[in-house]
Structures are given as structure tokens and as C-alpha cells.
């Protein structure tokens, strides 16, 4: 029961937090690049504008495809907080990230086909590496459950350091950030127009701007379990990761898809087996 | 009170489409300057999108010819109301010095319906920045009328 | 009793005999859909007795072991003719090897009163017949009106689809005695005829090509078919006895029993077309749909990971069973991998049936509770999606003359009933809440302890997301959902739809299976069920409620794409020099260019002939290491 409370509460004040969260996204990055920036709340202004404009479609499967991105982000948020099995949440998660492709692929626009394959690669290259950070979390924890994660005694990144490096590389792929942010990008008018969102307009986009805050807010709190035996270690540990999140969107240059794959998955797996035997050899 | 609030964003977040209808570039290079650190018109929610699909507001320089003339009604179609177009510069505003040429058809406004002009040779940063928040302010007269 | 098991064994051979002989389109259509009427219910009546063992009388005064034997010798004959017929020296070899094998072993060796009795069911066989009766009569009932298609298409001047029922509804008789069979002699007859049925049936077009893949299946199985028999040898002369309940309530083997065992499962990756065994499953794809549906869901590859399954409690915990579970989960991979580089939709379904099977002999070799459950699961939802794919697959081939999913491109405006029943198929396929998803959550978190096994499913599960993707998304297109309907006749549409509805909701039935049928199979608890919660001692599922609710939201979806109103439709963005809603463009000197889109198919990384070689070469690797493990 109390799951579902903190689930429902968890739906409804994602979007909140994300939106913000990507207006102090834009924010910190004019400062980066000496500008003032748009103000904190831009963000959801931009969602806000966009459910007020005409419904502007290539053809209607799209909007099956933006609902249910959105519907299983939201429901991968509320599981999170419902302390559900992380494998779950995932796959939630990732039928949404399937959902987005397709929408893509229903239009016969060669810039949301192509961004709608990069997307594929994108989701290619950090979903094993997801599962790889789920199950070192399980092979010190000894379960799935984000509930038994939370009750585990010590910070989890004292044992699984180099998983957190892992997960870095998913978040900033999930994230959209340089330099793997060819399947759309945060500032468009480039060679892809907006990837495999060039086709979503008006309240769809919309649909999928709020999605993409609730993932936001899942890896983020997927990030926080490394640390959740102390609030103010979390919290620190979250804005140290996003800052860095946002250091590199700002200095990197974007990247094709195979140095992506060949690189995450090389360092990834690298990474991963090398904490894994660490797991081992205690 | 949602109703308020989506209204009250349209003048937050006016996302711009620039398409070049065969300008000299000088007005283009003044739209983009826009878009520096020195005038950052981020500051007010602008940003410049690739899309009609996504964009509220499309900036127009140089005048119109016979070959693009159906992109220019294109971009304008695949656009989402409500929307605002805002042709820029003399030849924008009536085809300039190019008027008379046999394969111009003269001023934005001889293909879609132009809401704002903002004249110059180049326009300046200021000038345009200026016509986009008239732009806006049509659209707030647009929904209380 | 004996009435449903003659049923279920017997009745398809005599109902193929009769389609053969009588010649007659509609007496057949008869026949077949009776026959697979009859399974059905058959199948359903056996699973309301339960758990059985039964011993056959005689027929005509010979005892059915006897009658078995000989049957045994003709068949090997048979092959050893069409090894003639063919000049094929592997064929010649394996099939002379186990001739003279099972000659000697029957006349030195065996002593036929130590049998027991010859055919038992457990819940495991019980589901297995149901998957085979069941989706294996519906697949032949589809093949009525396809290879009515079929050989229009071909302009044949005498029908051959009397031959071609004829193995196809004897497939079914020989499947349901396999995995009922409890005599391993009887189990060996039974899986030499699917071998047998599979040849005929692949090479039923007699082109050049169908001949060469037929042949090279009857020479991979014949090699699977000595490997069963050496370890069948092996077990008895180990055990004394040809009783499999018996030798597997001995306990897990150890010695040379295990290497005994080794070989069966050996023999039951040949036959499930593991790595490097793919290519005979990838060549039947020349054959008509229906074959390749047959073969890849309910018959002859399940087969392979029923034997692995059904020896599981003989290898476990042992080094052997590690073995297997890295075999399958490589796999697992590759296939998964392989699957990228291809645009052919069979052979997409081709190696996605091999990944998947890889998925199932993983967690045989995981071998704990919770993965033999997801193993058996996944034997049945599999079946259950991917005969509906390839039907899907056979009725968009006959419509459009291409399986290249490039030529589907927006299928969904010319034929929307059969893109979206395939677009369904695909997303039970790999979405939650449905079943083989389900069973992947399940084989995870039963190998999280494996390191190498997890890494690989891990890779593999984010592999299968992008095929399926990309294939249901570029079906999806078309301008309208709702628009103008396509006609389908009775027995293409019939299957389908079923099919498509048990897709759908049988993942929402997985705890129930669970409870009532995997339970009893169990040495202890995999997982606990309450109220459609399942719960393993790492994580949980919550069925019920997640069909619930995402039931619930993509009705809601459907609704908002369907009935929004004020909903305007325009072209794609193609820098505003669109000319139709299609998406071409005006281009140069005023011509149309019509729109054109490929996949990515990643052919540097995921290629066929990249990979393969080396998949192989590795596969290859891992089965010496299990088979050394034994010793």
C-alpha cells in the first residue's frame, strides 16, 4: 500500500522535478557558454506551448506510439518508487524506448528513419550495459528489488565503482547528451533536423518532452541507489553526476554510432568484468 | 487556469523556423547573430528549430521566386497553428532592388500571409528580435479576440 | 486412456495416410481440419487426466515394441536409400554407423522385458502435446488454403499437396510420441521420423536449392541421430535398463553415465539447431511457409530442447550443466547478433527461433527451478508468437512476392489486418507485460549468479530489441487506422486471429500455468504466486496488475490515435519540396523522386559472413568443454 503511494506520488511530481531539472539544464549550460539563458521554468513553458498547438500528424499511429512512450516511462517511475524489481522497471522502460522508434519508422521521412535507426543503436548499446549495472547491484545485494537495494547497509558504490562508470555511459546516452546525442539533439537545425523526433509536433512532442523528463528522473534515481544510505550523500552524488553530465554534453564533439558501440561496449564490458571479479574474489 | 498557463507560455516559448527564400545572406547573418552570446535571445524561451513541424514562428528573408515559392507555402502548410510568419529585410518585405527581375514574384506576402515586417538593409538583430515580440503580442490578441 | 493416446499418435498417421491416398481438395480439407480438431480436443482431454504411465497391448498379436523396432530398421533403410539417391557421404556414413549400431545393440545388448512402461507423461509432456496439437493442427489448417496458393503459383500439373499433408499431419502423430514416449527406444523411432518427416518436408519443392537444404538437414539430424543412439548405448550399458523415468529418478549421473548424457543433449542440439547445427534450420526456409512455421514452433526444434529438458535432472549440478547453459546462451547471442545482418524476414525469424532455443537450453543448463520454469514457458509462448509470425510472414510473401522486410514498408496501408496481427506478434515478442518477455525476466534473474551466462543474455536481449524494432515499425505506416479492410479467407484468417489472441493473453495466463502445471515438476519452489504476483527470491512480477494497467493504457492509446478529433494529416518534412503525402520530393529539373528508406543492417559488426565462421568456430569450442566436462 505504501508502495503505491509513493508510486502515485512518484507520477505526478516526476514531471515537475524533470521539467525543472531541464531548465536548469539549459541554464547551467548558458552559463557555460557565457550567456544568461532561459529561465528555470523554459522547460515546461515549451511542454505547455506545445499541448496548446494544433494536432499535426504524418499518420495516426504516431500518436499511439508518443502515448505509449509517455504511459510506460510514467509507469517505469511509479514501479521505481514502488521499489518494484529493477529488471522490471527496465523493461517497462524500454518497451517506451521501442515505442518512440516505431512511431519514428510509421513515417516515410528520411530524417526520422534515420534517427530512428541511431536511436535503435543508441538503445542497442545502453541496454546491456543497464542490465550489466542491475546485476552487479544484485550480486552484492542478493536481490532485484529496489526495496531490499535501499535496506542494503553500506553505499553501494564502495564495491561497484566501475559499474558506476558503467552506468555514466547509459546516462549519458539515455540523457541525449555529446557526445552521443546523434539520434535527435537538445539544440536542433542540424544534419538531422531533430532525428527521430522530427515527425512529432504539437501536443505529441509534448507527449514525449514529459516522457523523456520521467526517464530523466528514473536513471537519475537509478543513479541514486549507489549511494542511498545517506540522503545527503545522494543528493551530493546527483548533482556532482549531472553537473558532470552537463561538463561533458559541453566540451565533447558528437560522435558517430560505431565508435559509440565499439567504445561503450568495449569499456563497458571491460569495466564490468573487472568489478565483477572483484565481487568474486571478496 | 491550464488555459492561462498554455497561453501564457505561447509568449514564453516562441520557437523559430528560419527559411532562406533567396536573400543575399546579409539578413540571415543578422537572424543568427540573434542567436549569440551578445543578444542570447534564449533568454526568452527562442530557440531555432530545423522544423516546421515544431516552430510557432517563421522568419522569411529575401524575396520569393517561381521555383521556391511552393516550398516556401510548404513549409508555411506544415507548420501546427497557431502560428506567426515575419518576413524580414527589403526584399522580405516587397523583393527589394530583385523586384523587377523575371523570376521573382516579389514579397512573402505574395505567397503566405505575413504578420509582422521588419524592414532594414540588412535588419538588424534589434529589429528582429522587436518584430518577434510583436509577433507575440499578436498572438495574445489573436486568442483574446 | 489408450483411446486419446491412439488419438493423439495414431490418428495423424492414419489421417496423413488417408490424405495421401485420397486425392480430393475438399475430402482433404475435411480430413485436416478434423484431424486437427480432434488433437486439440485429445490433447486437452489428456491434460484433464494428468500424469500417466501407460504400457500398450499388442496389435495383431505383436507386440508394439517389436513393431517399433522394425519400423526402426525400415526407416534407417529409407534414409540409407535417399543417402543413395543423393550421393551424399555423410548421409551414406551416419546412417550405415547407426544401422549397424542399433543391429548390434538390439540383438547383443538389450534385453526388451527391462522397458518399463512405454509411454509416460508428466506435466512437462502433457504441455508439450498441448503445444503441439494445438498450434501444430492450426498451422496445418493454415497450410489448406496456402498451398492451395502455392501451387497455383508454381503451375504444377499434378498436385502435390497429398504428399505434403501427408508428413505434415504424420509430423504431429510423431511429435506427440516423442515427447510421450518413456521407452528410450521409442523415443529414438520417434525422433528419427521427425528427422525423416522434416527431410520431405523441406525438400518438398524439389528445386535445386529445396534438394541441396534437405539433404544437408538429413545429414546434421542423421549426426544427431547417431549421437542419440551412442548415448542411448552408453545409458543402458551403464543403467541396465531403457526406462528414462528410471534413470531419472537414479539421480544425477556421474561417470559414464554423464558422457551418456552428453550425447543426448548433443544429439538434441543438433536438433535445435544450436550453433554451429544452425544452418540446416536456416536452409528450411525454402520450404513453404507452413513447413517452416511447423518446424520452428511447436515440432521438430522443440523436440531438440525437449530432450535437454527432459535429461536436465541427470546433468544437474554438474560441470555438464554449465556447459550447456554457456552453449545456449552463446547461442543466445549470436544468433541474436546474426539476426541484424539480415533483411530476409524468414531468416530473421529463422535466427531469432535458434536465439530464443538457445534462451530455453540456457536454462536447462542453469538447471535450478526458476530456470526450468522460464524454459518451459518459453517453450510455450514461443511456439505460440512465432507460428503466428510466420504465418504472417507466408500470407504477406504470397501477397506482395517478397519476404524482405524492406518490401513491408508501410504494409499496414494495403493489407492492415495482416500487418497488424504481425505488428502484435512482433510485440509479444519482446514487450512486457507478454510472455516470452516474462520467461527472459526469469531466465535473468535465474543466471545473475553466472557471470558469463548473464553477460551474454544481457547482450543478447538488447540485440532482439533492435530487430523486432525496426521490422514493427516499418509495417506500421499507411495513412489510416481503420481504413479500407483486406479479405482473408476463412482458414488463413482463423488461425491467425487465434493465434494472435493466445499470444496476448497467455502471458497474462503464466501464473496459473506456473501454479498448476510447474509447480508439481519441481524439486523446490522456483517462485511464489499470490493473486497473479509472482515473486522469486529476487525480485517479483506483478502479472495481473501490469496487464492491467498497461491493457488499460494501450486501450487508452488506441482510443486518443483512433478518435482524436481535429487531428490534420500532412507529408513528412522533406525540406518543404514535398509533392505528395508519400513523401517524394520535387528534386532536380522538376522530376519526382519518390521516396526510397533502408535499415541500418549493421554489416561491419553483424554480418553474416562476418560472423558466422567465428560464431561457429566458438560454438564448436563450448560443446568440446561440455563434453569434456562429462569426463
Known amino acids: ?282 | 487556469m491550464f488555459k492561462g498557463f498554455i497561453d501564457k507560455s505561447r509568449a514564453k516559448s516562441p520557437w523559430i523556423m528560419h527559411f532562406d527564400c533567396g536573400s543575399c545572406n546579409g539578413c540571415d547573418i543578422e537572424t543568427l547573430a540573434c542567436l549569440t552570446p551578445l543578444y542570447d535571445v534564449e533568454r526568452f524561451g527562442i530557440i531555432n528549430v530545423g522544423n516546421p513541424k515544431h516552430a510557432d514562428v517563421l522568419l522569411v528573408t529575401g524575396c520569393v521566386n517561381h521555383r521556391n515559392k511552393s516550398v516556401l507555402r510548404n513549409i508555411y502548410e506544415q507548420m501546427p497553428s497557431p502560428k506567426a510568419v515575419i518576413a524580414i529585410g527589403a526584399c522580405g518585405l516587397t523583393g527589394g532592388i530583385f523586384r523587377d527581375c523575371y523570376n521573382v514574384v516579389g514579397g512573402v506576402d505574395k505567397v503566405i500571409p505575413v504578420d509582422v515586417y521588419v524592414p532594414g538593409c540588412p535588419a538588424r538583430p534589434e529589429a528582429i528580435i522587436d518584430g518577434v515580440v510583436e509577433a507575440l503580442n499578436l498572438f495574445q490578441q489573436k486568442q483574446a479576440g | 486412456m489408450s483411446n486419446l493416446l491412439l488419438l493423439l499418435i495414431v490418428l495423424p498417421v492414419a489421417a496423413g495416410t488417408a490424405c495421401y491416398f485420397l486425392r480430393s481438395g475438399s475430402l482433404r480439407t475435411a480430413i485436416v481440419t478434423v484431424t486437427g480438431a480432434i488433437l486439440a480436443v485429445a490433447s486437452l482431454g489428456l491434460l484433464q487426466q494428468g500424469a500417466f504411465a501407460f504400457q500398450p497391448g499388442s496389435f495383431l498379436g505383436i507386440g508394439w515394441g517389436s513393431i517399433v523396432t522394425v519400423l526402426d530398421f525400415a526407416l534407417l533403410f529409407v534414409v540409407l536409400y535417399f543417402g543413395f539417391k543423393l550421393q551424399n557421404l555423410l548421409i551414406k556414413l551416419f546412417t550405415v554407423a547407426q544401422i549397424a549400431l542399433l543391429g548390434f545393440f538390439e540383438l547383443f545388448m538389450v534385453e526388451h522385458g527391462a522397458g518399463g512402461p512405454a509411454l509416460v507423461a508428466d506435466n512437462l509432456s502433457l504441455i508439450m502435446v498441448l503445444v503441439i496439437s494445438i498450434v501444430g493442427s492450426l498451422i496445418c489448417i493454415f497450410g489448406l488454403p496456402y498451398m492451395k496458393e502455392h501451387e497455383a503459383h508454381l503451375k504444377l500439373k499434378k498436385s502435390r499437396q497429398p504428399q505434403f499433408f501427408l508428413y505434415l499431419v504424420l509430423f504431429l502423430g510423431a511429435m506427440n510420441g516423442l515427447v510421450l514416449a518413456n521407452n528410450i527406444l521409442w523415443l529414438y523411432f520417434f525422433f528419427e521420423v521427425t528427422t525423416f518427416c522434416s527431410f520431405m518436408l523441406i525438400g518438398h519443392d524439389k528445386t535445386d536449392v529445396a534438394v541441396r537444404n534437405a539433404t544437408r538437414a538429413l545429414w546434421m539430424n542423421s549426426l544427431g541421430g547417431l549421437a542419440f543412439l551412442v548415448g542411448m548405448v552408453w545409458a543402458y550399458a551403464q543403467t541396465g535398463t531403457l526406462d528414462v523415468s528410471a534413470m531419472l529418478a537414479a539421480g544425477p549421473a556421474t561417470g559414464g553415465l554423464l558422457v551418456a548424457v552428453g550425447f543426448l543433449c548433443l544429439a538434441g542440439f543438433v536438433k535445435a539447431a544450436q550453433l554451429p547445427f544452425q544452418s540446416w534450420l536456416l536452409g528450411a526456409m525454402v520450404a513453404p511457409t507452413p513447413v517452416s512455421a511447423l518446424l520452428h514452433s511447436s515440432t521438430m526444434v522443440k523436440a531438440g530442447v525437449y530432450i535437454v529438458l527432459r535429461f536436465a535432472p541427470m546433468f544437474r549440478g554438474t560441470f555438464v550443466s554449465d556447459g550447456i547453459a554457456l552453449c545456449g546462451a552463446f547461442t543466445f547471442l549470436a544468433c541474436a547478433a546474426l539476426a541484424i545482418g539480415q533483411s530476409n524476414g524468414k531468416k530473421i525469424l529463422a535466427y531469432s527461433t535458434v536465439s530464443n532455443l538457445g534462451l530455453i537450453i540456457a536454462c536447462a543448463g542453469l538447471n535450478t527451478p526458476l530456470a526450468l520454469s522460464a524454459a518451459i514457458l518459453l517453450i510455450i509462448f514461443h511456439a505460440i508468437s512465432k507460428s503466428l509470425l510466420f504465418l504472417c510472414v507466408g500470407t504477406i510473401e504470397q501477397a506482395i512476392g517478397s519476404r524482405d522486410i524492406e518490401d513491408m514498408r508501410g504494409l499496414f496501408k494495403t493489407m492492415p489486418r495482416t500487418a497488424a496481427i504481425a505488428i502484435v506478434g512482433i510485440l509479444t515478442m519482446l514487450l512486457p507485460p507478454f510472455g516470452v518477455l516474462l520467461c527472459k525476466w526469469m531466465a535473468i534473474e535465474a543466471a545473475s549468479g553466472h557471470l558469463f551466462v548473464v553477460v551474454m543474455m544481457a547482450l543478447g536481449s538488447a540485440l532482439t530489441v533492435l530487430y523486432w524494432a525496426r521490422w514493427a515499425g516499418l509495417l506500421m505506416g499507411g495513412h489510416k487506422i481503420g481504413g479500407p479492410s483486406e479479405r482473408q479467407p476463412l482458414f488463413t484468417s482463423f488461425p491467425l486471429k487465434l493465434l494472435c489472441l493466445g499470444a496476448m493473453v497467455f502471458g497474462f495466463l503464466a501464473p496459473l500455468i506456473y501454479s498448476e502445471l510447474l509447480a508439481p515438476l519441481m524439486s523446490s519452489a522456483a517462485m511464489t504466486v499470490d493473486n497473479g504476483i509472482i515473486a522469486t527470491a529476487t525480485g517479483g512480477f506483478a502479472i495481473y496488475p501490469l496487464f492491467l494497467l498497461i491493457g488499460v493504457a494501450s486501450l487508452f492509446a488506441l482510443n486518443r490515435a483512433m478518435r482524436s478529433r481535429d487531428v490534420r494529416e500532412v507529408a513528412p518534412y522533406v525540406g518543404g519540396a514535398n509533392v505528395t503525402d508519400e513523401g517524394a520530393f520535387n528534386g532536380p529539373m522538376d522530376t519526382v523522386v519518390p521516396y526510397s528508406a533502408s535499415n541500418y543492417y549493421l554489416g561491419e559488426f553483424f554480418g553474416e559472413a562476418r560472423l558466422t565462421l567465428g560464431a561457429n568456430i566458438a560454438a564448436v569450442g563450448l560443446i568440446v568443454l561440455m563434453m569434456g566436462g562429462a569426463l
Not at chain 1, 100 to 109: D, K, P, Q, W, Y
Open chain 1, 1 to 282: 500500500m505504501q508502495g503505491l503511494i509513493f508510486a502515485i506520488i512518484a507520477v505526478v511530481f516526476a514531471p515537475v522535478a524533470g521539467g525543472l531539472l531541464a531548465g536548469l539544464d539549459r541554464r547551467v549550460t548558458a552559463w557555460m557558454q557565457s550567456r544568461q539563458g532561459p529561465p528555470i521554468m523554459q522547460a515546461i513553458y515549451d511542454a505547455a506551448k506545445l499541448f496548446g498547438k494544433e494536432k499535426l500528424v504524418v499518420n495516426r499511429w504516431q500518436i499511439l506510439c508518443a502515448w505509449v512512450y509517455l504511459i510506460a516511462a510514467a509507469m517505469s517511475v511509479g514501479l521505481f518508487f514502488a521499489q518494484a524489481d529493477l529488471l522490471i522497471i527496465f523493461f517497462v522502460q524500454a518497451a517506451g524506448a521501442v515505442f518512440l522508434v516505431m512511431g519514428a519508422l510509421s513515417a516515410r521521412s528520411p530524417y526520422s528513419q534515420i534517427g530512428a535507426q541511431r536511436e535503435l543503436i543508441q538503445i542497442l548499446t545502453y541496454e546491456p550495459m543497464l542490465i550489466l549495472v542491475f546485476v552487479s547491484m544484485y550480486l552484492v545485494v542478493g536481490s532485484f528489488n529496489v526495496s531490499d537495494i535501499l535496506a542494503y547497509e553500506s553505499p553501494l558504490i564502495a564495491k561497484l565503482p566501475l559499474m558506476f562508470i558503467v552506468l555514466g555511459y547509459a546516462l549519458t546516452i539515455k540523457l541525449r547528451k555529446s557526445p552521443f546525442d546523434f539520434s535527435t539533439s537538445h539544440h536542433g537545425h542540424q544534419e538531422l533536423v531533430k532525428g527521430v523526433l522530427t515527425e512529432y509536433s504539437g501536443p505529441f512532442l509534448a507527449l514525449i518532452e514529459v516522457a523523456h523528463w520521467y526517464e530523466t528522473v528514473l536513471i537519475l534515481g537509478v543513479t541514486a541507489l549507489f549511494w542511498a544510505t545517506s540522503w545527503y550523500w545522494m543528493l551530493l552524488l546527483l548533482v556532482c553526476v549531472y553537473f558532470a553530465e552537463l561538463l561533458i554534453d559541453n566540451t565533447m564533439a558528437r560522435m558517430t554510432w560505431r565508435w559509440m558501440l565499439r567504445y561503450v561496449w568495449g569499456i563497458g564490458l571491460a569495466l564490468s568484468f573487472i568489478n565483477f571479479i572483484w565481487l568474486y574474489a571478496r
